[in-house]
């Protein structure tokens, strides 16, 4: 089983809906990620939080929110999907209390299709 | 400038050749390096972390150079599996955000 799980691997939806980007892990760490990667950009932060109460936003949060429901769940809203966040949605995890919290691990991430 | 710089590629190299990658950073605080490896539509993984001292593994080796502020990889004997985009990672001390570069494509024909 993966360590970083997140749910849908795949999702069409409507301009307008609000949709829910689910990541979850087992590996113990503090520290979970969310990122979107486009074509030709890289990887770019949206949020970050490093504990249950601590919730960060990254460079690019607008129109994004997030739930850090339990140390090992971090979920990913859209409020009212526009098509340019199509993209390729990534979670990660860092264990800092574990060993070398510089270090993440990714699920296999969500390919999100705004129509 | 992006804070983080790699030739996008592709690099099309034949089965053994040795192929070399660069990446430049722009913030001389960063402390922290990283090599990962990102198939087609799937996750980023670690490959290896970059020490001042220069490492290896296995065919791989990453070297770091402060004063101008470049990392590189080298991947010896290419395999038809090291296709892949090969991504710079950057971190500063004491701090949660890595910087991805957008990557280089690695293609290795038979």
């Known amino acids: 089983d993966a360590d970083v799980t997140q749910t849908p691997r795949n999702r069409i939806t409507k301009t307008g809906k609000r949709i829910m980007l689910e990541c979850s892990q087992t590996?113990?760490?503090?520290?979970m990620y969310w990122y979107r990667q486009d074509p030709g950009l890289g990887l770019r932060l949206i949020y970050y939080s490093f504990d249950v109460k601590d919730i960060n936003k990254g460079e690019i949060s607008d129109g994004y929110s997030v739930s850090r429901q339990a140390q090992a769940k971090f979920s990913l809203s859209l409020e009212s999907a526009i098509p340019n966040q199509t993209a390729l949605y990534f979670c990660?995890?860092?264990?800092?209390?574990?060993?070398?919290?510089?270090?993440?691990?990714f699920g296999a991430g969500t390919r999100l299709s705004v129509l | 400038r992006k804070e983080v710089e790699q030739d996008p590629g592709p690099f099309n190299v034949p089965e053994g050749a040795t192929v070399a990658f660069n990446c430049t950073y722009s913030n001389s605080a960063s402390q922290s390096f990283f090599w990962y490896r990102q198939d087609c539509r799937k996750e980023p993984k670690l490959l290896m972390s970059?020490?001042?001292s220069g490492n290896e593994d296995g065919r791989f080796t990453a070297q770091l150079n402060r004063a101008s502020q470049y990392i590189s990889l080298l991947i010896r004997d290419s395999k038809l599996s090291d296709s892949a985009t090969y991504l710079c990672?950057?971190?500063?001390?004491?701090?949660?955000?890595?910087?991805f570069g957008s990557g280089t494509r690695l293609l290795v024909r038979p």
């Open positions: 990660a995890t860092s264990g800092f209390s574990t060993g070398n919290g510089n270090i993440q691990y």
């Open positions: 970059v020490y001042s």
């Open positions: 990672v950057v971190n500063m001390e004491s701090s949660y955000k890595l910087i």
């Open positions: 590996k113990g760490h503090d520290r």
